[in-house]
């Protein structure tokens, strides 16, 4: 077993921004066992802005979403089968042939699925021929099994959302979200992955699919670039039969505006509260507003900000996500539906790196800069001894290394907030664990 020290601890940190890339709305990882039963909660009611889908029809016909005009935008779909009681995820690269000055997004998919989503990767020009764990690929435009995004390809953040067919659109992308001089801008070349994840809850075969739009506007139209703040929290731990909340902040590194935001849980989800502080929670930050309140996991609504929000360096969003878990076993983070998660989205301008990710410095290979803040009272000696004595196991998803996962994350939810929330600086060798007590 690998022995963590604040020398050898560094590692942690660029496998946390790995598992914050990874694991989004993004969030929920297929499995050969699927668990039709307990996913039937995820589906979600019509809304009265809702797509609409053609009951007779299968697959992408059964979707009735028109592709944007010439030059005016594109689409991207994907789809893929399913058998009955099947849970499959599933990630396709798809490539511009023109840029995109991304104003607004629209995205539906078939009844049944829990998410949707485009993200960006690092790649242009051409398709990568390995994926990121260095394994050669045959074929990176078909559609391949994943466990999340960033599961097989380098996607650094996310850019687009869809909505079911017959359920409200998404409002991240919605028209007057931006304003109309702002984009995110996307280069013709540029690869992006689709992540669809589809849980088939009828006794027979289906064909399920995800199309999603991006509509641009005009070069000349564009004066500011917009970006997606895409925040995860790797460290939930619920035990059987019981209640647990998980705390993250992330610091505002510099004056950016925000738009919209939005929560994602899993079905154990509760209650979700995002806060913008005046400064950091470890030094006392107080709040300044609430930036999104509400108990709703299976289809959250987007918070609009009118006006658009204002947010100043120096101070933190930090996001809670309360759980009730009345099953007769213990729930870790993780990537598939069985598991759980706790993000803060949002949609914001100008972009920098630092803040789609939450990083440490404007830089996509720095750590992450997010603080995590248990609910225990492990001092930071030890936690670094019940990480040492763990699996060390952060990112999966399933019934196979569950219980590893919650032993090794429980490490740092049931460390005390001044202990768990400066892993970061752990990780980086500038903080002495033993420094760290809980008093």
Same mark, same amino acid.
């Given at each position: 077993?690998?022995?963590?020290?604040?020398?050898?601890?560094?590692?942690?940190?660029?496998?946390?921004?790995?598992?914050?890339?990874?694991?989004?709305?993004?969030?929920?990882?297929?499995?050969?066992?699927?668990?039709?039963?307990?996913?039937?909660?995820?589906?979600?009611?019509?809304?009265?802005?809702?797509?609409?889908?053609?009951?007779?029809?299968?697959?992408?016909?059964?979707?009735?979403?028109?592709?944007?005009?010439?030059?005016?935008?594109?689409?991207?779909?994907?789809?893929?089968?399913?058998?009955?009681?099947?849970?499959?995820?599933?990630?396709?690269?798809?490539?511009?042939?023109?840029?995109?000055?991304?104003?607004?997004?629209?995205?539906?998919?078939?009844?049944?699925?829990?998410?949707?989503?485009?993200?960006?990767?690092?790649?242009?020009?051409?398709?990568?021929?390995?994926?990121?764990?260095?394994?050669?690929?045959?074929?990176?435009?078909?559609?391949?099994?994943?466990?999340?995004?960033?599961?097989?390809?380098?996607?650094?953040? *996310?850019? =687009?959302? !869809? /909505?079911?067919?017959?359920? $409200? %659109?998404?409002?991240?992308?919605?028209?007057?979200? +931006?304003?109309?001089?702002?984009?995110?801008?996307?280069?013709?070349?540029?690869?992006?992955?689709?992540?669809?994840?589809?849980?088939?809850?009828?006794?027979?075969?289906?064909?399920?699919?995800?199309?999603?739009?991006?509509?641009?506007?005009?070069?000349?139209?564009?004066?500011?670039?917009?970006?997606?703040?895409?925040?995860?929290?790797?460290?939930?731990? *619920?035990? =059987?039969? !019981? /209640?647990?909340?998980?705390? $993250? %902040?992330?610091?505002?590194?510099?004056?950016?505006? +925000?738009?919209?935001?939005?929560?994602?849980?899993?079905?154990?989800?509760?209650?979700?509260?995002?806060?913008?502080?005046?400064?950091?929670?470890?030094?006392?930050?107080?709040?300044?507003?609430?930036?999104?309140?509400?108990?709703?996991?299976?289809?959250?609504?987007?918070?609009?900000?009118?006006?658009?929000?204002?947010?100043?360096?120096?101070?933190?969003?930090?996001?809670?996500?309360?759980?009730?878990?009345?099953?007769?076993?213990?729930?870790?983070?993780?990537?598939?539906?069985?598991?759980?998660?706790?993000?803060?989205?949002?949609?914001?301008?100008?972009?920098?790196?630092?803040?789609?990710?939450?990083?440490?410095?404007?830089?996509?290979?720095?750590?992450?800069?997010?603080?995590?803040?248990?609910?225990?009272?492990?001092?930071?000696?030890?936690?670094?001894?019940?990480?040492?004595?763990?699996?060390?196991?952060?990112?999966?998803?399933?019934?196979?290394?569950?219980?590893?996962?919650?032993?090794?994350?429980?490490?740092?939810?049931?460390?005390?907030?001044?202990?768990?929330?400066?892993?970061?600086?752990?990780?980086?060798?500038?903080?002495?664990?033993?420094?760290?007590?809980?008093?």
């Amino acid at each position: 077993m690998r022995r963590l020290t604040p020398n050898t601890f560094a590692w942690l940190a660029r496998s946390l921004l790995l598992v914050t890339a990874a694991h989004g709305v993004q969030g929920c990882s297929s499995d050969e066992a699927a668990q039709p039963e307990a996913a039937k909660d995820m589906l979600p009611a019509a809304g009265a802005d809702a797509q609409p889908v053609t009951a007779a029809a299968d697959g992408c016909d059964a979707i009735d979403l028109p592709a944007p005009g010439d030059g005016q935008g594109v689409q991207f779909a994907i789809d893929l089968e399913l058998a009955p009681g099947q849970e499959r995820e599933v990630c396709k690269l798809v490539q511009l042939d023109h840029a995109v000055n991304l104003h607004t997004s629209l995205g539906a998919f078939t009844h049944g699925s829990h998410h949707g989503l485009l993200s960006q990767t690092t790649y242009h020009g051409e398709f990568p021929t390995q994926n990121v764990r260095g394994e050669p690929v045959d074929d990176p435009t078909a559609t391949l099994d994943c466990q999340g995004v960033g599961d097989l390809w380098n996607a650094p953040g *996310v850019i =687009a959302f !869809g /909505r079911p067919a017959g359920g $409200t %659109a998404s409002q991240l992308g919605a028209e007057g979200v +931006l304003p109309d001089d702002t984009a995110i801008k996307l280069a013709s070349g540029d690869v992006m992955v689709m992540n669809f994840h589809m849980i088939n809850l009828t006794d027979k075969p289906m064909r399920a699919c995800y199309k999603q739009n991006l509509n641009g506007i005009p070069d000349e139209q564009v004066k500011t670039e917009a970006g997606t703040m895409f925040y995860y929290n790797p460290f939930i731990t *619920v035990p =059987a039969g !019981g /209640r647990a909340s998980a705390t $993250t %902040a992330c610091p505002v590194s510099e004056d950016v505006t +925000l738009a919209a935001q939005v929560s994602h849980m899993h079905k154990r989800g509760v209650g979700y509260r995002a806060r913008l502080l005046d400064g950091d929670p470890l030094a006392g930050g107080k709040e300044v507003q609430v930036l999104y309140d509400g108990p709703e996991w299976d289809e959250p609504v987007a918070r609009i900000n009118t006006p658009a929000l204002s947010l100043h360096a120096g101070q933190w969003i930090e996001w809670t996500c309360d759980y009730m878990n009345p099953e007769a076993r213990d729930v870790a983070q993780g990537a598939q539906t069985m598991d759980e998660m706790c993000m803060f989205i949002g949609t914001y301008w100008p972009r920098s790196l630092h803040m789609d990710n939450c990083l440490v410095s404007n830089d996509e290979e720095a750590p992450s800069a997010q603080r995590y803040l248990g609910k225990g009272t492990m001092n930071g000696s030890q936690m670094i001894d019940c990480l040492n004595a763990s699996p060390m196991l952060y990112s999966g998803g399933g019934p196979h290394d569950s219980a590893a996962r919650y032993q090794s994350q429980r490490c740092v939810t049931e460390a005390c907030p001044r202990a768990s929330g400066r892993l970061g600086e752990i990780s980086a060798g500038s903080v002495d664990p033993a420094s760290l007590d809980c008093d």
